[in-house]
């Protein structure tokens, strides 16, 4: 309804005077569109017409709803104008011209004029020019047209296709313009800022910087208004400073220069500024009498961070002044993230009244904090260089950062942390400061966790101060270019202070550009500091079964085919399957198994995973109880799934019947590396998933019981005696062969037979007559990423050995399989390795066998067998039947050795075969040449008009 009355009003005013008039509902009007822009036209455009973009009004002007129309310029590319001319203006008496605009853009990036034409060829002369936008909202212009003009025409400009000009109501009436915007004086000093003619205000030229005219947010996230102050929304407009412009430099100012204005009585400055982002510094404002043109000192300042929100600053102009000026004055801070906004500027009568004083902080007793749902109060510190900031868990974490908190030990727990990027230089620090804190009458006990990612960091430390104090010069603790690799805890006892004070965490940065120190769970209490004694073993995630799973936090997994059962006694199949649990012993007794009878088929899987296990800078055994027996079993993985992350590693695996019995396996799960005190991705938590897949036929269940965590290394089983012969034909798994998967891989070996060949029937031939192998699975892997299985020799002294193995190693001539011994027991392999023998790709699909000498000179042996992947991912790696024999492998390989068992060798003998072929070559044509120069030589040259011997037009026949 209003929109209508609104409409009727408009069509009113048109007919009391003599107008052209088009709202683009039906047409354009006469208003022509120039078709010699080709890539940027005028059209009749509404919210519902296309594809609906930030640069799009919402609403027409005349009717107010999405459906009205009016006239947008769209664009093809960037930098191309568009016109849209007036009908011919026959009547001389035209003096008016209004319309409505839209126009979104920063300046001199779009532009809307209009252009009065004289006759057919002019191509126009500006008489009304709008520089950059006025955001999405329709604002109302009055032209004046001057006289004798032939047409009117729109121009617009822009330089990208992400910005819009609209038009909407236009009216050429014989009236005078109500009120012309080129005649518009500004006096004064109040400003909404809702014009782009900022009511005046001029920029200083000898500043540094200028303010920059915006609405809605500003370019940087994280700092700066989000709305103005005016209208409260994204479409109105204010004056802010844009710190992230080239080159960012610290105390580079901004000044924005008022109108002057008289003054009559005693007046109040009033105004908004927004001060939001880490590095905001400070906003000045100086009143100044007109005649005076040096600043002098601030009448109003403020500084730091206030957050996204619109204060009010006032100040009192002096009394003497007879007339003033205002300078706002912004200076930029430290990085990016500085805004400065101000809006609507105010002059009232009268001194300004006191804005009251906030009430100062009650101290508290208690400041403890684990960051989980908000700062708890505590604040940046004034003076420092950069800032902490709260991380909120995402699933995600950068390499600088916790892989989890130290609350929850998950991923999504919250923390927070310094963030040394913001900063180049070293020593630069970024402190958090507590709330105030009750004077204590006794000791208190600090506890607090913290995680240090890099040596490099240079210090983090803890100082308390007295309020009304400054930090003190010597923190009360601190630690200097340390790391850890988990969280670590801390306990200061802080003892009777004379006042209320703070405690203040400080992290200073170091040399390298990434380190890092994040700060969790503060808690204080009174009394000295209590000895924590660490929870042997890890809670909650052991389980007999007697129960159930789910009490024990296990749970089914919802990715694979089947479940795994709850049992007591024998399962339903004959000759598979236990016929007791291992906790009690009986039949009364819980296990979990898979059932592999019908409907149950080859390959399908059944998993249960664990409850999250929080990692720790110490090793953790698993230790569990299996019963794999039938004929048919398949195999029996255990995985160590990282939080966060759908990656999982192998950790153990079982193929194929072990037997009637119980037995037990230990897996140390957090590998230590190279004895370096630092375990496996200790600080990230994980869970422990067990994988059971069913072999070829009903007679393959397998079971679990007695599953348990223990902090601390696996017990080694009984070590065997050094032994002449050692061997691995695979049958069993790696385990068995005390052999294991490499962690600093790029993929892992793999144990294949005939229950889970119909995955991988590229290796169906090889696996026919040898049972069990490992083998790679190269497809869709990068070319030269390897797998590594690492093996050990418990040697004699003065011993030498000879290892055999059979391989396959085709499709691919560029990939190979290298035998390397270790100069550490290293749990990485590659890096510390001496290579023993590479053995390249064939074209054979054949097993062969290679020979590879090795002299340990009295230590125990760690080696590794590495498949390397070729430049493509076409072929297949297997080995089987690793033997080691005590003798050199001149005593025990056969005369003739196969293929690619000595490359070298091969290479030696080919290269002097080809020596003999060359010289026998040689000697032939000596030979014969030498024969050749004791016989009549018999030469025959055909007569083309030269002059032979024997005639002048016949062949010359000569024996000689």
């Known amino acids: 309804m209003v929109s209508i009355l609104k409409y009727c009003i408009l069509l009113l005013m048109i007919s009391s005077s003599y107008s052209l008039f088009c709202d683009f509902e039906t047409d354009f009007c006469n208003f022509e569109v120039d078709t010699d822009d080709e890539l940027a036209r005028f059209l009749r455009w509404s919210k519902s017409t296309g594809r609906f973009v930030s640069y799009i009004p919402l609403t027409d002007h005349t009717y107010g709803n999405g459906t009205g129309r009016y006239a947008f310029m769209k664009t093809r590319y960037s930098v191309y104008d568009g016109h849209l001319y007036s009908p011919e203006l026959t009547n001389t008496g035209y003096k008016c011209m209004s319309f409505y605009y839209q126009v979104t853009g920063q300046v001199n990036e779009v532009k809307l004029s209009v252009l009065a034409l004289y006759n057919d060829t002019d191509t126009g002369t500006a008489i009304w020019t709008l520089n950059g936008g006025r955001g999405r909202v329709w604002r109302q212009v009055e032209v004046p047209i001057p006289e004798g003009v032939y047409k009117l025409a729109f121009k617009g400009h822009q330089t990208t296709t992400s910005q819009g000009i609209s038009i909407d109501d236009v009216n050429v009436t014989t009236t005078e313009c109500s009120k012309p915007e080129n005649k518009t004086e500004y006096v004064g000093i109040r400003c909404d800022f809702e014009s782009f003619e900022i009511c005046g205000y001029k920029q200083d030229n000898s500043d540094d910087m200028d303010w920059v005219w915006s609405s809605g947010t500003t370019y940087t996230s994280g700092t700066g208004p989000s709305k103005d102050h005016t209208r409260t929304d994204q479409f109105g407009f204010y004056m802010y400073l844009e710190t992230s412009v080239y080159p960012v430099v610290s105390g580079h100012k901004a ?145 600088v950062l916790p892989r989890v908190d130290h609350t929850l030990g998950t991923d999504k727990g919250a923390f927070v942390n310094i963030n040394p990027l913001y900063s180049n230089t070293i020593g630069d620090d970024a402190r958090l400061v507590t709330p105030l804190i009750k004077m204590n009458k006794e000791t208190m006990c600090l506890r607090f966790y913290f995680y240090i990612n890099h040596w490099s960091v240079d210090k983090f430390a803890v100082y308390v101060v007295l309020k009304g104090d400054s930090m003190p010069i010597d923190p009360f603790w601190a630690i200097y270019n340390q790391r850890s690799s988990t969280w670590q805890s801390q306990d200061l006892e802080i003892y009777p202070q004379d006042s209320d004070f703070y405690i203040m965490f400080v992290g200073t940065k170091g040399s390298s550009t990434y380190p890092n120190i994040a700060l969790d769970d503060v808690s204080t209490t009174s009394g000295v500091c209590k000895v924590i004694t660490p929870t042997p073993g890890v809670p909650d995630a052991d389980c007999d079964f007697e129960k159930n799973m789910t009490v024990c936090g296990y749970e089914q997994d919802t990715t694979d085919n089947f479940d795994w059962v709850w049992h007591k006694g024998s399962t339903g199949s004959d000759n598979t399957g236990p016929a007791i649990d291992h906790t009690k012993g009986d039949a009364s007794g819980h296990y979990i198994y898979i059932e592999t009878s019908d409907p149950r088929r080859p390959n399908q899987r059944a998993k249960i995973t664990s409850q999250t296990i929080a990692g720790r800078d110490e090793p953790i055994c698993l230790h569990f109880w299996y019963h794999m027996k039938g004929e048919h079993v398949g195999t029996l993985n255990v995985y160590k799934i990282y939080t966060g992350s759908t990656y999982r590693r192998s950790i153990w695996t079982r193929n194929g019947n072990q037997g009637k019995n119980w037995k037990e396996a230990s897996v140390l799960i957090n590998q230590d590396y190279e004895g370096s005190g630092t375990f496996d991705i200790v600080d990230l938590s994980f869970k422990v998933s067990f994988e059971a897949i069913v072999g070829d036929g009903h007679e393959g269940d397998i079971a679990i019981d007695d599953i348990k965590f223990e902090v601390g290394s696996c017990k080694p089983e009984a070590p065997e005696e050094p032994s002449i012969t050692k061997s691995c034909d695979f049958e069993s798994g790696l385990e068995k062969c005390g052999m294991y998967q490499a962690i600093g891989d790029e993929f892992d070996w793999i144990s ?39 093996g050990f020799i418990a040697v004699k002294p003065n011993a030498q050995y000879c290892m055999s193995l059979e391989y396959v190693i085709t499709g691919d001539i560029t990939q190979r399989i290298n035998v390397v011994m270790y100069k550490s027991n290293s749990y990485y392999g590659p890096g510390v390795s001496r290579p023993l023998k590479s053995i390249v790709g064939h074209n054979d699909d054949v097993w062969k066998k290679a020979y590879i000498n090795i002299n340990p000179n009295g230590k125990n042996v760690t080696y590794g067998i590495e498949g390397v992947v070729g430049v493509t991912d076409k072929g297949q790696i297997a080995i089987d039947n ?28 080919g290269f002097l075969i080809c020596v003999l072929i060359f010289g026998c070559i040689l000697v032939a044509a000596y030979l014969f040449y030498n024969r050749r120069q004791g016989l009549p030589r018999y030469t025959k040259e055909l007569n083309t008009n030269a002059i032979f011997k024997g005639g002048e037009n016949d062949p010359d026949i000569n024996f000689s």
Not at 769 to 779: E, P, S, T, V, Y
Not at 885 to 901: A, L, Q, R, V
């Open 882 to 909: 690793i033997k080691i024999d005590e003798m050199s492998c001149s005593k025990i390989k056969p005369e003739k050795e196969e293929e690619g068992s000595n490359f070298g060798m091969g290479i030696g003998i």
């Open 752 to 790: 294949m037979n005939k229950s889970v060949q119909s995955n991988y029937k590229k290796y169906k031939p090889y696996i026919k007559n040898h049972g069990n192998i490992m083998a790679l699975d190269m497809a869709g892997k990068k070319p030269h990423t390897r797998a590594v299985i690492i």
């Open 255 to 399: 000044r924005l220069i008022s109108p002057s204005m008289n003054k009559t009585t005693d007046n109040c400055l009033e105004f908004w500024y927004n001060m939001h982002g880490r590095h905001s510094e400070r906003l000045n404002v100086f009143v100044k009498e007109s005649k005076s043109e040096s600043l002098g000192s601030a009448d109003w300042t403020k500084a730091g961070d206030h957050g996204d929100k619109w204060y009010r600053g006032t100040v009192t102009v002096d009394t003497n002044f007879k007339s003033f000026y205002v300078v706002f004055e912004a200076v930029r801070g430290e990085g990016d993230y500085g805004d400065i906004a101000l809006d609507d500027v105010f002059i009232h009568e009268g001194k300004c009244p006191e804005i009251p004083t906030p009430a100062p902080p009650r101290p508290i007793a208690d400041v403890s904090c684990t960051f989980e749902v908000d700062m708890c109060n505590y604040t940046q510190g004034i003076g420092d260089k950069f800032d902490w900031a709260r991380y909120t868990g995402d699933g995600y974490r950068s390499y």
